[in-house]
């Protein structure tokens, strides 16, 4: 490989001489970057341009396994995914079992009644253990927590028994 830059140096320009050193063009280096954990440091306070590598975390990097290196950049976009997609379902589900437990408030058939209890009471028991793992905006949070009790206020109404938490 070609001499790479010495240790820490700071450069406008290092994300072409990272490229060059890898043999990659700079939107490849940008991407092992970003999705497979190429240590790049991007110091505070300079531009987005400027770039900060070692020649030994490149080398370690270059010849580490796929599978290990790619593991820790795909986990940490998975979970990223996951908790946006997970956030969505928790808003989603708890709307929808609301929309059960005002069919089940209107409901005269009593077994389409209980039917509709049951499926908006689980979907509660299922937000509030999920939520607890799932990283939510302040806003989310909040809508989340005021669907969350005008449903439990519901679910009351319609003879569901709630234990105190203490």
């Known amino acids: 490989m070609p001499e790479a830059p010495s240790r820490f140096e700071i450069s406008e320009r290092l994300e072409r001489d990272i490229a060059n050193y890898l043999g990659k063009g700079v939107r490849t280096v940008q991407r092992y970057e970003r999705e497979m954990g190429l240590p790049i440091h991007r110091p505070a306070g300079k531009s987005s341009a400027a770039v900060v590598a070692t020649r030994t ?65 689980k979907a509660y028991d299922t937000i509030v253990r999920l939520r607890k793992d799932t990283g939510l905006s302040d806003a989310q949070a909040d809508k989340l927590e005021a669907d969350l009790l005008r449903l439990k206020n519901e679910l009351q109404t319609l003879g569901q028994k709630f234990q105190s938490v203490p």
């Open 57 to 121: 975390e490149l080398e370690e990097w270059a010849t580490a396994p796929r599978s290990r290196m790619d593991s820790v950049a795909k986990r940490r976009a998975l979970e990223s995914r996951t908790n946006k997609l997970r956030a969505g379902f928790l808003q989603v589900d708890c709307e929808i079992a609301l929309t059960f437990a005002s069919i089940a408030s209107g409901a005269s058939n009593q077994e389409t009644r209980r039917r509709t209890i049951e499926i908006a009471r």
